[in-house]
């Protein structure tokens, strides 16, 4: 059991890319300690064995860039869940590995589309219900990439970057409403996501980090479900690192 056990109790959480990655391990930390969770991912195979494993109280496949879609699943999830108090944006993927002058342009929205496009509609659709309560934590997942731009990978570093000055808007938006909003830089850690990339690019990025290892799903988990909870009180509109020393600002 969680040495958090109770954190949180009463409280809703919505989690986009639930059903695997960090997402599924957020989950099920926010249920070990109390909390009931929706879980939002593309995957309805994989959706239903995560809703099973870490006891989800609701689940909606979903494309996070179909706006239409997304406003339907806020909806849909505030109605399941009674009120919601908590929303954990993970979705994301990697797009290709290649130079700017030969990236694909399809891959290139694909990746924006998902992870910062998407990102803003279930970010314009949940918050609503977040002031409605009075109480709310968002936690976008940013990345390292965002700060420093990550070579062969200028979609997501874009993208990871338009999450960064989304959210510091976002936060400055809803200060003093009760609801709090900030986003979480990860240098690489291993994940699903992982599977998407070469191992050369993986090696790369490993060698930036000072620490000389990449992160553990646990760690950046742990960080979210701070980010998530009460106690994350007093910074809004702001970045956390778990970077292995690589980004520290």
Known sequence: MSVYAGRFAGRNAIITGGASGLGKQVAARIVAEGGQVALWD???ESLAATKEEVGAAHVVALDVSDYAAVAAAAKETAAALGKVDILICSAGITGATATVWDYPVDSFQRVIDINLNGLFYCNREVAPFLLENGYGRIVNLASVAGKEGNPNASAYSASKAGVIGFTKSL???LAGK????NALTPATFESPILAQLP???????????PM????????SAAMVCFMASEECSFTTASTFDTSGGRTTF
């Open 42 to 44: 593309l995957n309805p």
């Open 171 to 173: 936060g400055k938006e």
């Open 178 to 181: 009760g609801v709090i909003a």
């Open 199 to 209: 191992q050369s690019q993986v090696d790369y990025m490993r060698s930036k980090i």
């Open 212 to 219: 000389g290892r990449l992160g553990l799903i646990e760690e």
